[in-house]
């Protein structure tokens, strides 16, 4: 498997520090609110690549920590007259309500930063014993310019990223890119004890802290969004290295932006939208086979239309399933008849692309054509006049739970329920073929339509479709 390394800017093979074990990091959310659908993306991706991986046979720890301790939470708690603690815990069990509907597995470990505080104070103090940082009167500050390959991540010397970068004037640092380690206690200010005196953490301190913790000084990947590669992934890389003298991650995987109708997602121009908002219209489901019909790379936009074609597809090829499903009612054989050998063959054709494609940097969007292929190849060689037999049926279906688990779709077992009426329809209108009176068979057929069913008269019976 091959990976874009952001590091490097280049894709290279995939080898893991340890033969068949992978040690990944993903940023979670800062939770204060229901995540959005920005949030998603990574979210679903990175679940994506620790899925693939576990299916190429590696043992994955995967750790995505919860933030919950910073400014937004603090302001966002006294909004509310509640404890940052009691903000976290609501959103962190709104986060996994939104997280299963998605598809997107538990990590191996959901640390919080609240938690790890100790851990967190470990780090700093590595730092300030061996210069890398300094304490200006209970802040303690990360130096930059000490860390003299600051920018590997960005590809941007120190110099041009002070130029360009959003800085906070504060007399008390060094200089303009130091970076706060340590946050000296503010009044109503949740705080820790600490060798600097009562404060908190700053926000790119808690994930060294907690990947050296859970993982390991080296780890094999890193993700999160495109817009965390600086400076929060680059602090990493300073505060990880300066205290541990080695590499801190060998691959660094980063997501592409998501635009919501051509534009930046922003709450001043009303195109902001959280998961939990779109999840009222489109199933969760839907959202995710979305975010994974394009690379992960590439800037993905986010529409009304282009969930509703998403959705369109999606269904596409649970009819398929579905067809094949009804048809295996009436199969028999437990081997495939010779004419079927070239389906088969067709078909792990296509499973092979699908593995080629994700191999070939978490290519999804590939990988979703090489099932619609599988798709094309069931509509056009397997209907109910070919009678099927029942193994070539039970092989394709469980080539798309293979495939489907790998992405995180295609796992919807149970067919929606038929109401009672819409079933009474459908007995009156076999009646009705039987009695051969097409006008009433046609007439009950329209009516279905009405209440969003098509019914489809094979040589096994009415099958029926919903729209």
């Known amino acids: 498997m091959k990976l874009f390394n952001t590091l490097t800017r280049e894709k290279e093979e995939f080898v893991p520090i340890k033969p068949g074990e992978v040690k990944m990091y993903s940023c979670g959310p800062t939770v204060y609110n229901y995540f959005h659908i920005g949030n998603a993306r990574p979210f679903i991706i990175f679940d994506t690549l620790r899925r693939y991986l576990e299916y190429q046979g590696y043992k994955v720890r995967f750790v995505q920590n919860f933030t919950d301790i910073d400014d937004k939470m603090i302001n966002k708690a006294n909004e509310l007259g509640i404890t940052v603690k009691e903000l976290a815990d609501k959103y962190i069990e709104e986060y996994f309500i939104d997280a299963k509907g998605l598809g997107i597995h538990h990590a ?34 990360y130096s930059t310019k000490k860390f003299k390959s600051y920018g590997k991540l960005s590809h941007q010397p120190l110099e041009d990223l002070e130029s360009g970068a959003r800085i906070e004037v504060n007399e ?9 380690l340590w946050k000296k206690q503010k009044p109503g200010e949740p705080a820790w004890e600490s060798p600097w005196g009562m404060g908190r953490p700053g926000w790119h301190i808690e994930c060294s802290a907690m990947a050296n913790k859970y993982l390991d000084k080296t780890i094999d990947i890193h993700s999160g969004g495109q817009d965390l590669i600086f400076p929060h992934h680059e602090n990493e890389i300073a505060q990880s290295e300066a205290a541990n003298c080695c590499q801190f991650a060998n691959y660094w995987v980063h997501n592409g932006y998501i635009n919501v109708d051509n534009r930046k997602m922003s709450k001043s121009l009303g195109n902001f939208f959280t998961v939990r908002d779109v999840a009222k219209e489109f199933d969760y489901e839907v959202i995710r086979f979305f975010m994974l019909s394009a690379h992960y790379r590439s800037p993905i936009n986010f529409s009304k239309d282009l969930m509703e074609s998403a959705s369109s597809a999606l269904e596409r090829i649970y009819t398929c399933m579905d067809t094949l499903k009804f048809l295996k009612e009436t199969a028999s054989g437990e081997d495939a008849r010779p004419e079927e050998i070239p389906v088969l063959e067709a078909v792990n054709g296509y499973k092979q692309k699908f593995i080629d494609a994700m191999d070939d940097d978490l290519n999804t969007a590939d990988a979703i054509s090489a099932i619609f292929e599988i798709v094309s190849e069931v509509n056009k060689n397997i209907t109910s006049a070919s009678e099927p037999s029942e193994y070539l049926i039970e092989y394709i279906l469980s080539v798309f739970d293979e495939l489907g688990s790998v992405l995180g779709i295609l796992g919807r077992k149970e067919k929606e329920t038929v109401p009672d009426e819409v079933k009474e329809m459908l007995e009156e209108r076999k009646n009705a073929r039987a009695d051969k009176d097409w006008a009433k068979s046609d007439l009950i057929r329209d009516k279905l339509k009405d209440f969003g069913y098509s019914v489809k008269d094979t040589a096994q019976g009415q099958q029926l479709i919903k729209l």
Do not use: C, W
């Open 172 to 180: 008390d640092k060094h200089e303009p890119m130091d970076f706060a």
């Open 108 to 141: 191996t470990v959901h640390p919080r930063a609240t938690e790890n505080i100790d851990a967190i104070i470990d780090i700093i103090q590595k730092l300030v014993d061996s210069g890398y940082a300094y304490n200006v009167d209970g802040d303690v500050y």
